[in-house]
């Protein structure tokens, strides 16, 4: 028997954040979200060409390969970051989280460096698969501080590793079985600082059309607050092929930044794909604040050709750093 995935994308760049520095990817054979930081441009340009490079892996690979070639795209990645950065000293300081997930004849590899993250429905138990390279993860592993402190620690946002040229890459890389029915999500910490994970489980358990649920979360993202940008990337192991397999492209990566320099705008090689879509419907607000936000947000989304997200302003403060925002109300739980 021959499995397939059924895939899609979904991005957004909040409610207060000028540009999105997230980038995503889903195709028949690999799914990828990567968070940009930097300055200016610089973390569109990173998460962008970060995924552009993982992009060239979504083919049919033989599984003994698998998780060398994951390892040696990560240091690709990481290298072209690095000769980005020389060649234009103003993309400097620029990195990105990097959660990829190669697939090939029912067996999945997992590959990951930052605190964007992988989890797995399986059987209806949804399991967090990545660990995040945080500081306060590194606490909590030490027994320094509990899950719950983790997620009100100031430094809660800090990262120990990142793809950005660094040269010393060291991603986490695992493989898993597929079966079918068993269904991946892969976010940015726009969505898992934001919604509670109680209501994320419940989501992804309940929806199933897979463009409805990566959408439904970016409004939940929204709803939350939308302080951060939001990527999200769902896959679902099927026995049948989907009709359409063109690979779905979302965020900076599918939009990127006009003001690009350098040799940063010769990365972006157009390729035929398709963008995911919010679809209007039913949307609960928990609170008055909520609803605020979430008027805010269906306004947005509703203006928009595609969940890219990239290009619309919005009149909050832009310049919030990655580290500003309340983190949600439950931590997510470890394998
Ligand atoms: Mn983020």
């Not at 919010?278 to 936000?293: L, Q, T």
Request: aromatic share 4%; net charge negative.
């Amino acid at each position: 028997m021959t499995y397939h995935l059924r895939y899609t994308a979904a991005s957004d760049v909040g409610l207060v954040r000028k540009n999105n520095e997230d980038s995503a990817y889903a195709g028949p054979h690999l799914v990828a979200v990567a968070d940009g930081v930097g300055g200016n441009v610089a973390g569109e340009v990173a998460s962008a060409a970060t995924i552009s490079i993982l992009a060239t892996v979504d083919r049919a690979l033989p599984v003994d390969g698998m998780t060398s070639v994951l390892r040696a795209t990560f240091e690709n990645a990481d290298e072209t970051i690095r000769g980005l950065i020389e060649a234009e000293p103003a993309l400097s300081g620029m990195g990105t989280t990097l959660t990829a997930l190669l697939y090939s004849e029912g067996t999945f590899c997992l590959g990951h460096v930052g605190d964007s993250r992988a989890y797995r429905l399986r059987d209806g138990e949804f399991v967090q698969m990545s660990r995040d390279h945080t500081f306060v993860q590194t606490l909590v592993d030490e027994g320094k501080i509990t899950r719950e402190e983790a997620t009100v620690h100031p430094q809660r946002s800090l990262i120990m590793q990142s793809v950005n040229g660094c040269g010393d890459i060291r991603p986490d890389l695992q493989r898993y079985d597929a079966r079918v029915g068993d269904r991946w999500l892969l976010c940015s910490d726009g969505l898992t600082d934001y919604v509670a994970i109680e209501e994320i489980t419940e989501t992804v358990a309940g929806i199933e059309d897979v463009d409805e649920l990566a959408a439904r979360l970016v409004i939940l993202a929204n709803a939350g607050g939308g302080v951060d940008n939001v990527a999200c990337v769902v896959a679902d192991v099927v026995d049948t092929a989907p009709d359409d397999q063109r690979p779905v492209i979302v965020g900076a990566a599918h939009e990127p930044p006009d003001e690009l320099v350098g040799r940063a705008a010769d990365i972006f090689t157009p390729v035929p794909h398709r963008v995911g879509a919010i679809p209007p419907g039913p949307v609960f607000p928990r609170s008055r604040s909520d609803a605020r936000h979430l008027a805010r947000g269906k306004a947005g989304l509703a203006g928009s050709p595609n969940v890219s997200g990239y290009g619309r302003t919005h009149d909050g403060d832009p310049s919030l750093p990655r580290t500003s925002a309340p983190i949600g109300k439950a931590a997510p739980a470890l394998p």
